[in-house]
């Protein structure tokens, strides 16, 4: 019999990815209902994931895994960090944002960082993991796949923004690929 495990997330971009890694196991996937929001009170991403799974899973009874993720520039101390999300209202207002900032600044090295935690039905947290996949922030955007802040993000190992490339090579270098790869064969034993 297969359980029911709601995907914490209200960001389309993320739910495609959370569902490419997701799909085949022995879970029945659900979405979170859009007007239960949780705030993104912690302080760290693990912390923020943590919150929303447990919430979620509390508010509805059922399982629950979510994502908490974001850029960390270190030409800006860490930002965007944990608030990548509330850099901006649009993904081009916060890319837009994050180029000004940065402006002609020559290092650019950046990281993605992916919180993940997976609550039970009285909400405590049954598993997480952490993924990080380290790049440089370009001075234009190149590329049109991918979500967020992917056209901006570039892999030098293969001379690739996240938006450049195939669903499948961003889900094996990435930041969320790395924290689902850590993750799924824990996910299996529950
Ligand atoms: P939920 O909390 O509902 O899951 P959110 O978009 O608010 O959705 P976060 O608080 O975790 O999620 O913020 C993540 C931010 O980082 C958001 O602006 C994303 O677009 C960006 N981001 C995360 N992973 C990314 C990826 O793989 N590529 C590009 N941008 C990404």
């Excluded at 509390?58 to 960390?72: P, Q």
């Excluded at 900032?101 to 960082?113: M, V, Y």
């Excluded at 993000?153 to 490339?165: D, I, R």
């Excluded at 969320?176 to 824990?186: D, I, M, S, V, Y």
Aim: proline content about 4%; aromatic content about 6%.
């Amino acid at each position: 019999m297969s359980r029911k495990l709601i995907v914490a997330t209200s960001n389309p971009g993320k739910l495609r990815e959370m569902a490419e890694y997701l799909t085949g196991l022995n879970w029945q996937l659900e979405l979170k209902p859009q007007e239960l929001e949780i705030a993104e009170t912690g302080t760290t991403f693990i912390a923020n994931a943590r919150l929303k799974a447990s919430e979620v899973a509390k508010a509805l009874g059922e399982w629950a895994i979510a994502d908490d993720s974001g850029l960390v520039v270190d030409a800006l101390n860490g930002a965007p960090g944990i608030y990548s999300a509330r850099y901006g209202k649009t993904d081009t207002e916060r890319i837009t944002r994050l180029l000004t900032a940065l402006g002609e600044e020559s290092q650019r090295q950046a990281k993605f960082i992916c919180a993940i935690a997976i609550a039970r039905p009285d909400g405590t947290i049954a598993l997480e993991t952490k993924g990080v996949c380290p790049g440089e922030i370009l001075r234009e955007t190149r590329g049109e796949g991918g979500f967020g802040y992917d056209p901006i993000f570039y892999v030098p190992e293969l001379q690739k923004t996240f938006a450049q490339m195939s669903s499948e090579t961003k889900n094996r270098v990435s930041h969320r690929g790395k924290a689902f790869a850590q993750l799924l064969p824990e996910l299996a034993k529950l």
